[in-house]
Each structure stands twice: as C-alpha cells, then as structure tokens.
C-alpha cells in the first residue's frame, strides 16, 4: 500500500493549519495523490510522449469520422503528421491503432478530450501547438459541421476562444469565419506575398499601430517555442513557424505603413 502521499499530506496539514482537521484534510488530499487521480499525474508531457501520441491520432481518428466516412485526403494528412513527428516503428504502429480507435462507433472522444486537456496542464502555449496539428485534419477534406463542433469542443476544454484558433487557421492558410456560426473553409489560392498578415496578427485593417504592436508581444508571447519545455520535436518546430509567421506579418505590416 503506497502511504507516503498520506503521512506527508497529514504533517503538513497539521503544520499549516495547526489543528487535527488539518491533518485529515492533508491525509486526504495525499491518499488521492497516493492512488494517482490527479490528471497531472495521469497525462503529461514529462510522463513521456507516448500518451500523447495516443490521445491525438485518438481524436485525429474522431475528428476525420465525425462527418460519417474517412476519405482518402484525410488518411494521407495523418500519414504525414506521423512522418513530421519522426515516429518510430512501435510508435507509428501504435498511432494507426489509436487512429482506428477513434473512427470506431460510440468512441469515448470526451475522455479523449480530458486527457488533452490534461496534458496541455492548463498552459496556453501547449494548446495552441495541439489545435495547430488539429486544423490540419479538420480541413483536411473540407471542413463540415460536424467536425467544426468536435473543433469547438477541443477548445472550450482547453480554454482558447474561437476568435484564436481564427488566427491559427489565418496562419494556416485557411478562412475560419466568425460570423458565419464559425464556418471554416478551405483556403483561397495562396498570393505571392503569404497569408493576410492582418488575418495573421487577428486585427481589422483599420488597427492603429499600439492595436498592431499589442496583438503581435501577445501572440510572440502565446507562441514562443523556448516557453514550451517538454514537447514533440514536431510540435516545437509547429511553434517556431508560427513564430516566424507572426514576426513576418508584423513586418510586412510595419513596412507598408511606416510604423517605427
């Protein structure tokens, strides 16, 4: 029986609040880290990547069911996810597993999502590098209304509000339009000059420039790959493209309006 949680948890409940209750709580809050049911403990990026990997090709296998078939586009989309992410035999054969899990009939996607949410542990810069890899199987074969509420639902669990993954689609290449029950749409032919940068920075074009300057620290700070620790290479190299593509947008924008 593991009772180290327990006696820790009771010494200093008893230190703390200087009252047996004290201890019985700390005693209880020990038992539950003793038995593992905190979700920190259960899925995180220092518990290795290999949950991870699991819990994403789970809902990437949802996410491509989700409007009834698994079309050809949407297979080869996740194949290359694998092929970014460098996985090894073990783990590709692993991830096609998971994949398949998720297009099975009644799949617990919800429990999918918990565990996603629990191994973003509440950090912003984690989950917007797993809607990143996301976006590319929801528009990866046209993205209709059933994929756009499992979408929904990845992002109110992780807490990242509609008008963000707006910018993350914008940097991707593709329309995610708020105004139209948040609708998304698959990319117009790509200019010579990139993705709109104003879509980029999520401003309107009218921004002045301390708008412009704001949005672009917040967005350098959200997406910086140094602040990210214990990630999938893959997943780090998502973070500094988009930091690149930030810091493009801002410039270009910068240098057609004259900003200092």
Known sequence: MNWLGKAVGAVLGLVLVRHPLGALFGALVGHLFDIGLFAWQRTSPSSGHSSFFDLLFAFAGAMAKADGRVSEREIAVVEQLMQRMSLTVDQRREAIARFNDGKTPGFD???????????????????YVLIDVV????????????RLQLMRRLCAALGVHEREVAVLAAMKGYAWDLYDG?????????QSGG?????VLGVERGADEREVKRAWRKLMSEHHPDKLGDVPEALRE???QRAREINTAYERI??????R
């Not at 565990?115 to 984690?126: N, Q, T």
């Not at 976006?135 to 059933?146: M, Q, S, T």
């Not at 993705?195 to 879509?199: I, L, W």
């Open 109 to 127: 996607v919800e429990r999918t999502i918990r565990g996603l949410r629990a191994w973003c542990l509440g950090r912003r810069d984690h989950a």
């Open 135 to 146: 976006l590319d199987v929801v528009f990866a074969d046209g993205a209709g209304r059933e």
């Open 182 to 190: 948040g609708s998304a749409r698959a990319p117009p032919p790509r």
């Open 195 to 199: 993705p709109d940068p104003y879509a």
């Open 238 to 240: 998502r973070a500094e």
């Open 254 to 259: 910068r240098g057609e309006r004259g900003f």
